[in-house]
């Protein structure tokens, strides 16, 4: 069946457009419907709508109407390929503004999740929150953070909350047994030692990469990570877990 052309209304319905901005459209001649009915009222022929399209997806683009009038002036033509291109050109675009997006959305719901740990919401403590998701971003590459997005997925909010708040108690009883001097190889601290290479294994993944990174940025951040995150800390206490570790099932 032949294209009849499009009156203005049901053409700002199907495009998402709306009928006062298809007539600035073509009263600017940007949009201009090339067809009539018998009582001369104006209708958009299939040429006219390619068009609009190339025009939408232009203005996606960040493109003024000046500089999308001159852009199609100068390729002359708004035929199968030409929006093809244009297609692929937003569809580019689309998918860098969706990794931001996605990567917003996580570090806004790390941020949640570390300010329900945390207990608190006011400004001060969003910067330094925001500042520890930097420093995360610091110490670790961007195939380890891809990893770690991953590895948050596939454990689900669920696991990861109940390690979250499983964290400060194990940090507290471990720096407890060190204050204490109790011996790394007391069943008691190696009871510690092996939840605490247990969660370390939860959140990396068993990835000796990611475990070697975590161990760095903490290492070099650990009183700033603990204070953010409200848990005890004692840089003495790595070295005591390790040499507790090291006697697990001896």
């Not at 945390?118 to 910067?127: I, P, Q, T």
Request: hydrophobic share 40%.
């Amino acid at each position: 069946m032949p294209f009849v052309g499009m009156k203005v209304g049901s053409l700002s319905k199907r495009a998402g457009v709306t009928v006062r901005t298809l007539h600035h459209y073509d009263r600017i001649g940007l949009v201009v419907p090339s067809m009539r009915t018998g009582a001369g009222h104006r209708l958009y022929g299939e040429r006219d709508i390619r068009r609009l399209a190339a025009v939408v997806m232009l203005r996606g683009m960040g493109m003024s109407l000046d500089e999308i009038k001159t852009a199609l002036a100068a390729r002359g033509r708004t035929d199968a390929a030409g929006l093809r291109e244009l297609m692929a050109r937003r569809a580019a675009m689309l998918k860098v503004e969706i990794d931001r997006a996605r990567e917003m959305q996580e570090r806004l719901e790390g941020l949640m999740r570390l300010m329900k740990s945390a207990g608190k919401v006011s400004a001060e403590d969003c910067l330094e929150l925001l500042e520890m998701m930097s420093m995360m971003e610091n110490y670790y590459t961007p195939e380890q953070l891809e990893q770690l997005k991953q590895r948050r997925e596939t454990l689900g909010p669920e696991v990861i909350g109940s390690a979250e708040k499983e964290w400060p108690e194990l940090m507290a009883k471990m720096k407890q047994e060190l204050d204490a001097g109790t011996d790394p190889t007391h069943p008691r601290v190696q009871a510690l030692a092996r939840r605490w290479k247990e969660l370390v294994e939860m959140f990396t993944g068993g990835d000796p990469g990611i475990a070697k990174s975590l161990g760095k940025l903490w290492k070099d951040k650990g009183n700033e990570m603990a204070g953010k995150m409200n848990m005890p800390w004692d840089p003495k206490m790595f070295e005591y877990v390790r040499k507790a570790q090291e006697h697990m099932g001896k």
